[in-house]
């Protein structure tokens, strides 16, 4: 299939707003007041569109002048992992890695899920000031029945077992990992065992896991050790070559990559290698799931990987990581709810004066093609949620419908497309306010300087998992750019981090400083952005709010922006 894409470009990001991708909660409201009052509109940030010449007159536009916003579903969560082991090591990570929406899909938004096998959408907002808000599209599948029937599948495990894979947490983490998926499989399910260093070698040829097939693939993977060199091209080549050879009818057929994705022996063009992996996803409908591992982490070229693979990405580091990819959440990664998933956002030209989703920009996909079946879309799988969250300056004494959010799928047993939409009013950006002062936004203090009741109220009125997607999402934004507002280097000039490639499967030159600040204007200090984590822990009871403070206070000592942190217990 063909992928399209628009042509969009990456400039500033504006007044307080994020993006990402997520999952889970009712707290989403749907509709809005139309009698609300929408902000006043003025000149649109870099990088949005506005009204129908697409941009500020003598601007260069940077978006569709057409009012719709089109992308491919993603659930990728690959860059807040990686991001949270490199904090962990005392180091800040690389801009290059940092991928906001993969930090917002890393936390649970507790959406309304579908009785059927499609999506249910999900669409609320608030104000964020400067007269912008911020809108939330959320999409959820229906999560499995552990217990109830489902299509087998049919794995191609691929194992990097290079020199590289020595350090800790990398070959032994993959090693444990494997062993609790072999618990985890159904006795239908199959598995191959496919290992790469300087060749690639078939050590488990496809095994049903019923009749001692478990036992099998834990012995094999007992008796792996790291060897030499990196020739990645190798292994994937006789992955996809035992996958195709034992493709089942009517079963999940999925190679599963774990590595570190440092090639550097064999065929190390990654534009061949990319499009080996397209061709099987076209051909054969085997699509690719990668785990990534170790703290030298060739993060751009997995990424790659698992997109003309219409696959997604994951990261792990530790033994509880492993649990949750391999264990808790195996059937969403192994299982399939629809087929190259698109979503389109439509926005009223009567009520929205300019908007920009952020995020996604690997994953944009040309507005016409929205329901050409052709143009590859996400696989989606069981019990995921997608968020796409949106800045919006709505009209002066804007009233009525804001957006219509709709998503298309393909059946994936008989490739038929669905739709399903959702209409957002004004009134469901302007009802409540996404900050207070204490973490950047407009409300106001009282004399001895705490949040007002009324301030309060009013950003009681706005979901918490909403505020928790905007902490991570600014928390991102913070390590993509320095304290000054602008792009950093990724790498020195002259060089190339591991993995890099370009959108021709080339490597990718080394970054230069953008001319325009990106730095979200009038974002919360690293150390605010901390206390509202704590905040949101308290109220949502989520382990994994509490685990942001603590990473937001590790990148605030590492980064000096904020001087008042001190490290907390």
């Given amino acids: 299939m063909r992928r399209g894409r628009s042509r969009w470009a990456a400039g500033a990001l504006a007044a307080g707003l994020l993006a990402g991708c997520t999952g889970g909660s009712q707290e989403a409201t749907d509709m809005a007041d139309d009698s609300a009052k929408g902000g006043g509109a003025g000149a649109p940030a870099p990088g949005y569109q506005r009204g129908e010449d697409g941009g500020t007159p003598g601007a260069k536009p940077t978006e569709p002048a057409d009012f719709r916003s089109t992308f491919a579903l993603d659930v990728d969560t690959a860059s807040y992992s990686y991001a949270r082991r490199t904090l962990k090591d005392g180091a800040l990570p690389a801009p290059g890695t940092v991928r906001t929406e993969e930090f917002v899909n890393s936390f649970p938004q507790g959406y309304k899920r579908p009785d059927n096998d499609g999506f249910a959408v999900s669409a609320d907002g608030a104000r964020t000031g400067d007269g912008w808000s911020l809108m939330r599209v959320g999409l959820a599948t229906k999560a499995d029945n552990p217990d109830a029937k489902r299509r087998p599948a049919a794995l191609t495990f691929v194992l990097d077992v290079s020199g590289s894979m020595a350090g800790e947490g990398r070959l032994d983490l993959v090693k444990g990992a494997l062993k609790k998926a072999a618990g985890k499989l159904r006795s239908q399910d199959s598995v191959s065992l496919v290992t790469f260093s300087g060749d690639a070698e078939t050590v488990l040829p496809m095994t049903r896991m019923g009749d001692g097939g478990r036992k099998r693939l834990r012995d094999a993977v007992g008796e792996l050790k790291p060897q030499a060199s990196t020739n990645l091209g190798a292994g994937m080549k006789e992955g996809y070559r035992q996958a195709s050879e034992h493709r089942q009818a009517g079963a999940t057929n999925r190679v599963v990559l774990l590595s570190d994705a440092l090639a550097n022996t064999g065929e190390t063009n990654a534009k061949e290698i990319l499009r080996s992996v397209a061709s099987h996803r076209k051909e054969q409908g085997i699509s690719l799931f990668g785990v990534g591992v170790g703290s030298d982490y060739g993060d751009a070229l997995m990424e790659k990987l698992t997109n003309k693979g219409d696959g997604h990405t994951v990261y792990m580091s530790t033994m509880s990581e492993a649990q949750e990819i391999f264990v808790n959440q195996l059937p969403r990664n192994i299982g399939l709810r629809a087929r190259d ?36 879309g996400g696989e989606i799988g069981p019990g995921h949620t997608v968020t796409a969250l949106y800045a919006v300056r709505l009209n002066k004494g804007a009233q009525g419908p804001a957006a219509t959010a709709r998503v298309r799928w393909l059946d994936p ?11 957002v009013g004004v009134g469901a950006l302007t009802g409540g306010s996404l900050w207070t002062k204490r973490t950047g936004g407009d409300a106001d203090r009282d004399a001895d300087g705490e949040v007002s009741e009324e301030a309060a109220e009013g950003q009681g009125k706005v979901p918490s998992r909403l505020r928790l997607a ?31 490639i370009g959108p021709d499967g080339e490597p990718e030159p080394a970054a230069k400083e953008q001319d325009t600040p990106s730095r979200l204007p009038g974002a919360p200090s690293l150390s605010d952005l901390r206390t509202e984590a704590r905040r949101l822990a308290k109220e949502t009871g989520l382990r994994s709010a509490d685990r942001l403070a603590t990473d937001i206070g590790r990148a605030e000592r590492l980064d000096g922006r904020d001087e008042t942190y001190r490290p907390e217990e």
Avoid at 354 to 369: C, H, I, N, P, Q
Avoid at 413 to 421: A, L, M, Q, V, W
Avoid at 471 to 499: K, N, Q
């Fill in 341 to 376: 998933a698109k979503a389109q956002v439509v926005f009223d030209r009567d009520t929205v004066d300019s908007f920009r989703l952020l995020g996604y920009e690997d994953r944009k996909v040309a507005d016409d093609d929205f329901r050409d079946d052709r143009v590859d």
């Fill in 413 to 423: 047993d008989n490739r038929k497309p669905h739709e399903e939409s959702r209409t």
């Fill in 470 to 500: 905007a902490v991570a999402a600014y928390f991102a934004d913070a390590l993509r750019t320095r304290p000054d507002g602008t792009r950093p280097e990724s790498t020195p000039p002259g060089s190339t981090p591991p993995g890099s």
